[in-house]
Structures are given as C-alpha cells and as structure tokens.
C-alpha cells in the first residue's frame, strides 16, 4: 500500500478541489507557527512516538475522503498514517512535512483593461508574489519561488519576462529575483539607493517603466525598511511590499535601535500617508498575507478605500504614531538577519533553503 504522498501531488489534489482530510499531528506550539490551511489539528506527537495505538482514536474521520497526515519533517505523520491504515483508514503521510509544504503554491488571477494580474501564492507562510502581464511582456515581483515556475507561467500567457524586481530586501524569504533574472535574461530593477552588493539596475522615484500597454512607476515608500518600493500599476494597482498589507501596515524592519527605530517609524508613517492618499482608488497587493493561504483562488487584494476604513493608526500624528510603533514591534526572529543579509550579497551559495525559510512570517506590526 502507497504510505506517502509528496507535495506536488497533494498541492494539485486541493488545486482541483477534491475533497482531502488534512490531519496535523504536530504539538500545538507548531501548529501555531505555521499550519496547512484547512486542516485538522490533534496534537498526537508523544502519543505516536511512543506507539500508543489509541493516539488517533479521538478524531472523527471523514468516510470517503483520503486522509494525509502530517508533521514538521514528514516522521511522525508516517507514524500516523501507519496507523491509521493498520485500522482500515486510506491515509496517506504528507512527504517532509511542512518544511517541504513551505514550497506548495498556488495563484489567483484578475484582468484590467490591459494588463493581467497574476499572485502567486506560497500557501503556509502566505508570502505573495506577481506576474504582470501586458501585451507580449511581463514583470515579476518579489520572486520567491523556483524561477521555473515564474517562466511558465508567463509562457502560458505569452509573455516574455522583461523586468524582475522587489518590493525591498527581504528579510523572511530568499529572493529568486537575481536567480530569475538570470534564468529569463529579464533587467533586474531596483529602487536606485538600495544598499545591495549585486549589479542592477537603478530607478528614481516616481520614475516609470514600460510593459506592453502599460506603465509601472517607482514610489519611494521607506520605513519597513530604507529601499522600500510601491510599484504603481497604472491608475489600477499598487503593489506595496511590507509596507501596507490589507489588513495592516508593515513594521519598521530588524534590528533598528531606539533611534533608527524611530526614524523608520517616521518614515513609515509619511510612507503610508502617501499611499494612502492616492486617488483612483487602486488594488493593493502586499507581499504577504498574516494568514494561511487556501486554495481557493481568491486574490488577497484589498482597495485603498476599504484598507484605510480598517486602519485606525494612520489617524494618529507623527509623533504619536512613533510611539505606537515602538511598543508593537513584534522580535526579530533569529535567521531574519541572516536572510536579509544574503538577500542583500544575492547568493545563497551553501545554505539550505527549507532550514532558512522554515516557519510562518513575522512582518506586520502585531
Ligand atoms: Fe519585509
């Protein structure tokens, strides 16, 4: 009987919507890490590791559906599935767990009048990235996946990858935008004062690139970080990095001490106020939602308008702002730095991604 079931398999069995029983048998302060959206939750880890046979008997399964179990690194959820099949259950162990989940994505798609859309989705840690497309060409933003998986789909679409680039330097993912540049030939753009040891290409704020029929211009928005970009779509779309999410605004990034902490809280605040008061009423596009991202196609994007009813900070003044800020930031969990620090040379030359990139993102001010 088949025990496993990998990645790829189970991201396109939720992709086409067929019915799978998701049972997560991690201890709960896991669980509340990072989590596969939709599942079941028992927290059965000391039970299975230590062969109790009754460790599953609690949860009520489905009948009819295939149940796939899993754990951090795929070995105790093969406890479990194991014993679920020696009681008849169809269960089947989810390959590597969710240090190999963290890679399973999905995408979501919306049309304006001349350029597509395109988020794609790394479902448990809920970081966002775009293809753009207009015409004959595309952009890519904040790449953070395999840069195949970015090629093919703007080859389904018809287009070839022109631009590539980031939001800011990020601090909880490995940037694949150098990798794609370098795999689709595209120009590597980039706000012009950024502090990164690679060659790229510079733009000023409020400066505007080409693709197909529309143009994306350049807004200097620092705060969470100095080099952080909004890309404006046209009058259609803004894609604001960690800056504003749509359910909340970025935080000001890593390690700052009292006093830059500060001066990026000023910033960010004069950052959001810009965003916020621009007219048209764009889409926003984050590069990261707070939550676990389901397959359901749904684009996370929220309107200017809806966003700004939700955020009662920006009503605050400078100062008070500042203030606020300091006492929320949440603490910079400890490979933070070292990502952002190969983010910043562009190689991750010897280090192992799914041990770097592991666990949920921490980029909103909690
Ligand atoms: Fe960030």
Redesign the pocket.
């Known amino acids: 009987m088949e025990k496993i079931i990998t990645v790829k398999e189970l991201q396109e069995k939720l992709d086409k919507k067929e019915h799978v029983f998701i049972l997560d048998v991690r201890p709960i302060d896991q669980r509340n890490e990072w989590k596969i959206a939709g599942s079941y939750h028992v927290d059965a880890y000391k039970t299975l590791n230590a062969g109790d046979d009754t460790a599953l008997d609690m949860v009520e399964l489905p009948k009819d559906s295939t149940v796939v179990t899993v754990c951090a690194a795929g070995r105790t959820s093969l406890l479990a599935s194991s014993l679920l099949q020696r009681k008849g259950v169809k269960a089947l162990s989810l390959e590597g767990g969710m240090k190999a989940w963290n890679y399973a994505w999905n995408t979501a798609q919306i049309e304006f009048p001349d350029a597509k859309v395109i988020q794609v989705r790394r479902a448990a840690k809920g970081v966002l990235s775009y293809v753009i497309g207009s015409g004959s060409e595309a952009v890519v933003i904040d790449a953070a996946l395999d840069p195949d998986i970015y090629l093919t789909i703007a080859q389904q679409n018809g287009w070839k990858i022109k631009f590539v680039m980031d939001t ?5 993912y490995v940037s694949r935008t150098r990798e794609l540049a370098n795999a689709s030939g595209a120009k590597h753009l980039l706000i012009d004062d950024a502090k990164v040891a690679f060659h790229f290409e510079g733009v000023k704020h409020g400066e505007k690139v080409n693709i197909g029929k529309v143009e994306i211009e350049f807004i200097h928005t620092p705060g ?2 100095w080099e ?1 970009t909004t890309f404006k779509l046209a009058s259609y779309a803004i894609f604001s ?2 800056t504003l999410f749509i359910d909340g605004i ?1 935080r000001p ?1 890593l390690k700052a001490d009292k006093v830059e902490g500060a001066e990026k809280a000023k910033a960010l605040y004069r950052s959001l106020k810009k965003l916020l008061s621009l007219n048209s009423d764009p889409l926003v596009f984050p ?2 939602t707070s939550k676990t991202v389901n397959f359901d196609n749904q684009l996370i994007a929220d309107t200017i308008s809806n966003i700004s009813s939700k955020i009662d900070v920006i009503d605050l003044t400078e100062s008070e702002f500042t203030e606020y800020t300091a006492t929320r930031i949440p603490p910079t969990p400890a490979n933070y730095e070292l990502i952002a620090t190969l983010n910043k040379t562009g190689s991750y030359v010897g280090h192992v991604l799914a041990d770097l990139e592991a666990g949920g993102n921490h ?1 909103a001010i909690a």
Do not use: N, P
């Open positions: 800011h330097i990020h601090a909880d969470h970080t952080s990095g960690d970025g990034d590069a990261h980029c």
